[in-house]
């Protein structure tokens, strides 16, 4: 599996469509399947895209900066290992993420970004995965009263 970069703000729209967004302390996670058919023909299964942003609101040019670096560095550490043990191998399932700075994520040490990231990707990821239905048969019953 390897890491591509989303580039174009369509990529970005496109994941945000989906409006699936994990939201930590220390940054903002959009994900999104790659299901779309011209887009699946472009990527190779078990392909992840990704995407770096932050706004103005996180700080100047180089807090904005040193945020991304973080994330990136997040990212290259620990997005295929958590992605690979999520997602079912049978599957040839391909994700974009978006990763949103926010003013938290400049100041927070290391180790919290590490936990945020690795949580705010189990819930993303958690979203697509199916679920079993919660199904419990109910009782017959069987002492019917008939009258004539």
Same mark, same amino acid.
Request: charged share 30%; net charge positive; aromatic share 6%.
């Given at each position: 599996? *390897?890491?591509? %970069? $989303?580039?174009?703000? +369509? @990529?970005?729209?496109?994941?945000? =469509?989906?409006?699936?967004?994990?939201?930590t302390s220390t940054?903002?996670?959009?994900?999104?399947?790659?299901?779309?058919?011209?887009?699946?023909?472009?990527?190779?299964?078990?392909?992840?895209?990704?995407?770096?942003?932050?706004?103005?609101?996180?700080?100047?040019?180089?807090?904005?900066?040193? *945020?991304?670096? %973080? $994330?990136r560095a997040l +990212? @290259?550490?620990?997005?295929?290992? =958590?992605?690979?043990?999520?997602?079912?191998?049978?599957?040839?399932?391909?994700?974009?993420?978006?990763?949103?700075?926010?003013?938290?994520?400049?100041?927070?040490?290391?180790?919290?970004?590490?936990?945020?990231?690795?949580?705010?990707?189990?819930?993303?990821?958690?979203r697509f995965q199916?679920?079993?239905?919660?199904?419990?048969?109910?009782?017959?019953?069987?002492?019917?009263?008939?009258?004539?």
């Open positions: 599996m *390897a890491l591509s %970069r $989303l580039k174009k703000r +369509a @990529d970005f729209l496109r994941v945000a =469509k989906t409006k699936v967004v994990a939201k940054m903002l996670i959009q994900c999104t399947p790659a299901i779309d058919v011209a887009l699946a023909e472009q990527i190779q299964p078990k392909h992840l895209r990704v995407g770096f942003t932050a706004s103005r609101r996180v700080g100047n040019a180089v807090k904005r900066n040193r *945020a991304k670096r %973080r $994330l +990212a @290259d550490m620990h997005l295929e290992k =958590k992605v690979l043990e999520t997602i079912d191998p049978s599957t040839g399932d391909s994700f974009e993420f978006v990763f949103i700075a926010i003013p938290g994520t400049v100041n927070a040490d290391f180790p919290q970004l590490s936990k945020d990231f690795i949580k705010g990707v189990r819930w993303c990821l958690s199916p679920r079993p239905i919660a199904f419990e048969p109910q009782e017959e019953k069987t002492d019917v009263k008939l009258s004539c």
